[in-house]
């Protein structure tokens, strides 16, 4: 319980609704009058963010039920802070990522309508999930819309409708290859409307590693059925997501241990302020690095910025060598999700991909 209780809100904040404008009518002129055009309004799925206010994942059918995006539909993708009174909404601006064949799509956003609201990326993970692991998923069923506002370019300007996400909770059920796709089946349903939204990990670190997409046909006395509910691995996608300036996979999920020492890399991403001592930043770095070396751990590399604050995924604990008792100028603040360092090549076997952040 109390793992669904910080995994939801946090989760929540990722997840958009996507909302399709399409041209059931064309605008025509007869007589010299113009009649305008019949634009037809749907919540046709859910999608989650993998960059911060930039990239989105969702499944390739809402774009229009299965068959190729018609270019001149408009998308948007809404968010509804925390289930509260107001929605917000990003205009999508391009599709980077289109593959019909894995029904998966990535979808890029512009800036947000409203100044100052935002949407965070969650972690995404590589690695295969066992048989029992704990899920959680998280989507936005379709609401009837009640009336759209738009203006005359035909872009979003409004509309009355209810919109709220809905979480779950299950276990992964079952998982096979089909056609040399990694697939997942859950014990846990959807509504119409949640597709494409994001199946998590019940961890303290939530990460994505599957999305909401469609079932298994199962037969019965009266026919076939729905059956279990699936989605495939974002493994089959990792080559189009870390193309996109996501940083590359950080291993984050065990610690790395060595027996001669108890140096340690944590199992999360982990935050700390430099907060002075000799030596400099250049000193630090020195120390680092080489203090992580000299036990065999691999190396981790400090992004930018290069100032007074800044993040990054290791932690030095308890060790026993010199040059790591000499960095005790660092004090540590928080653990965070959210980090703007990037490993080693050599941890990105441990498939953990980091949302952006500032």
Known sequence: MSGLVTVIPTVRESVT?????????PETVKKG????AS???ALAGSAFCVVADRYLVTAFHILNDGKPRDPKDKFYAFVVPQNGDHAFHFPVVSFPVERSDLDIAILE??????????I?????????????????????????????NLDHQGNYRGGQFFLKSHANEGIVSAQYVIGGVQVYELNVGWHHGESGGPIVTLTDQPVAFSLMQHYRNVKSPHGVVAGPHRGCGLSMVRQEITALGIPKAIGVRQAVK??????????SLCSFRFS????????????????LWSQGAWKTEIGSPLGPSF????????????????MRHLSFVRLTPLATIIGNHRLENQGIVPGICS
Not at 258 to 267: C, G, N, Q, R, Y
Not at 312 to 326: E, H, K
């Open 109 to 118: 956003v512009g800036p947000c309508a409203t100044a100052g609201v935002h």
């Open 120 to 148: 965070p990326a969650i972690p995404v993970s590589f690695d295969a999930q066992a048989d029992g692991t704990r899920v959680g998923t998280l989507g936005f069923p379709a609401p009837e819309i009640a009336g759209i």
């Open 17 to 25: 609704a996507i909302l399709r404008l399409h041209v059931v009518k």
């Open 39 to 41: 634009i037809g309004a």
């Open 276 to 291: 002075g001592g000799s030596g400099g930043m250049g000193c630090f770095r020195r120390r680092f690095s080489s203090a």
């Open 258 to 267: 060595k027996s001669a020492a108890s140096l340690s890399i944590v199992d």
């Open 311 to 326: 993040r990054t995924i290791a932690l030095l604990r308890n060790s026993t060598d010199r040059r790591a008792r000499a």
């Open 33 to 36: 009058k113009a009649r305008p």
